[in-house]
Structure formats: structure tokens, C-alpha cells
């Protein structure tokens, strides 16, 4: 289930960060946790919606057809997977424009 999250975190990246959007994955450990960054340069996530992409069935742009843009289980299933193995991801806009999706889960011993 953690690989479908990652892989639905940078899917999302690729399609919605736009054609010319760079996608920047990374992945780092410090003490008992590891983090994973994955950032694009799109348009983004404007601050009143970012609350609510965890949110099942959310979509952030209602005018985008189902058969394109999805259900708006992606991110939730994502999320449901991170936490039952004791960690957590989090959205906030990218430097520059874009978003950055962090998820930090703990190391195994």
C-alpha cells in the first residue's frame, strides 16, 4: 500500500503539475524517520483548498471530468495507507509556485 501512496503522490504530480512542470522527488533519513518530498512547479494548490485534498471524493477542480481527472480517492487512500504505518504527509505550496507533498514515516528498527 505505501508504494500505490508514493506512486499516486507523484502521478499527481506529473499530471497536474502541467507539460512544462518539473517534478522533483526526494528522499532523505534523519534520526527514526524518512521523509519523501515530491514537488512540482504547476499552478499549484490555492491555500483554501489545501486543507481538503486529503478529503475523500475532494477534487479541487469540480469542472474536470471524472473519466480525466479522477475520483478524488487518490490522495485519501494515500493518506489512509501513510498513516496505518505510523506516518503522515502534508501539502504546502512550493517555493516559486507549485506544490510540495512531504511524507514522513518512521524508519524500521
Do not use: C, Q
Amino acid at each position: 500500500m505505501l508504494r500505490e501512496a508514493i506512486a499516486n503522490v507523484v502521478d499527481n504530480a506529473i499530471k497536474y503539475g502541467g507539460e512544462a512542470s518539473a517534478v522533483d522527488v526526494r528522499v532523505r533519513a534523519a534520526g527514526s524517520h524518512a521523509t519523501l518530498a515530491v514537488t512540482d512547479n504547476g499552478p499549484g494548490i490555492a491555500a483554501e483548498h489545501r486543507g481538503r485534498v486529503f478529503d475523500r471524493f475532494y477534487r479541487v477542480d469540480e469542472g474536470r471530468s471524472r473519466d480525466a481527472g479522477g475520483t478524488g480517492l487518490g490522495l485519501s487512500i494515500a493518506k489512509w495507507a501513510i498513516e496505518a504505518n505510523g506516518g503522515r504527509i502534508s501539502v504546502a505550496a512550493a517555493p516559486g509556485g507549485g506544490s510540495v507533498f512531504t511524507i514522513v514515516l518512521p524508519l524500521a528498527s
